[in-house]
C-alpha cells in the first residue's frame, strides 16, 4: 500500500466512524415504545457527553457498525442521555446502575446488556447477539 492510498483509507475510516455513530436517535420514552411495539430489536446506550468509559464504548461501536452495515440496518440504535434521564422509570425499569451501560430489548425481553466494558470482542458479541435476536 503505498502513501496516498493509506492517508485516503485512513481518512475514510475517520470520517466513517463518526458518521456511523450519528445513526442513533435520541432516547425519548415513546420513542422506545414505538420501536418496540414494531418488534424491532433496539440497542440502548446509556451515556453522558462527559463520560470517558462511554467515549470509548461509542468509538468501537461506530467502528464496528463501519465494519458490519448489517448493525445499522437491523438494530434500532437509541442514545440514553444519563444526565436527562438519570432519575426516569426507563433506569429504574431497567435496573441501570450507571451510565456506560449497553442493553439490547426485543419485545418484552432483555437480550443482553454490558456495564462499563469497552473490549472489542464483549461489545462485538452483544451486537451479535442483537443481530440474531433482529
Given at each position: 500500500?503505498?502513501?496516498?492510498?493509506?492517508?485516503?483509507?485512513?481518512?475514510?475510516?475517520?470520517?466513517?466512524?463518526?458518521?456511523?455513530?450519528?445513526?442513533?436517535?435520541?432516547?425519548?420514552?415513546?420513542?422506545?415504545?414505538?420501536?418496540?411495539?414494531?418488534?424491532?430489536?433496539?440497542?440502548?446506550?446509556?451515556?453522558?457527553?462527559?463520560?470517558?468509559?462511554?467515549?470509548?464504548?461509542?468509538?468501537?461501536?461506530?467502528?464496528?457498525?463501519?465494519?458490519?452495515?448489517?448493525?445499522?440496518?437491523?438494530?434500532?440504535?437509541?442514545?440514553?442521555?444519563?444526565?436527562?434521564?438519570?432519575?426516569?422509570?426507563?433506569?429504574?425499569?431497567?435496573?441501570?446502575?450507571?451510565?456506560?451501560?449497553?442493553?439490547?430489548?426485543?419485545?418484552?425481553?432483555?437480550?443482553?446488556?454490558?456495564?462499563?466494558?469497552?473490549?472489542?470482542?464483549?461489545?462485538?458479541a452483544l451486537l451479535d447477539t442483537a443481530l440474531a435476536g433482529a
Open positions: 500500500m503505498n502513501r496516498r492510498d493509506f492517508m485516503l483509507l485512513t481518512a475514510a475510516v475517520t470520517l466513517a466512524a463518526p458518521m456511523a455513530r450519528a445513526e442513533a436517535a435520541a432516547y425519548t420514552p415513546d420513542l422506545l415504545e414505538a420501536e418496540l411495539a414494531a418488534g424491532k430489536t433496539v440497542f440502548l446506550d446509556f451515556k453522558a457527553s462527559w463520560c470517558s468509559t462511554c467515549k470509548a464504548q461509542g468509538r468501537v461501536i461506530a467502528a464496528l457498525k463501519a465494519e458490519n452495515p448489517e448493525y445499522a440496518a437491523k438494530i434500532s440504535f437509541i442514545d440514553v442521555d444519563w444526565d436527562q434521564w438519570k432519575d426516569d422509570m426507563i433506569v429504574a425499569d431497567l435496573n441501570i446502575p450507571r451510565r456506560s451501560t449497553l442493553v439490547v430489548l426485543r419485545g418484552d425481553a432483555e437480550l443482553g446488556r454490558i456495564v462499563a466494558g469497552t473490549a472489542k470482542d464483549e461489545i462485538k
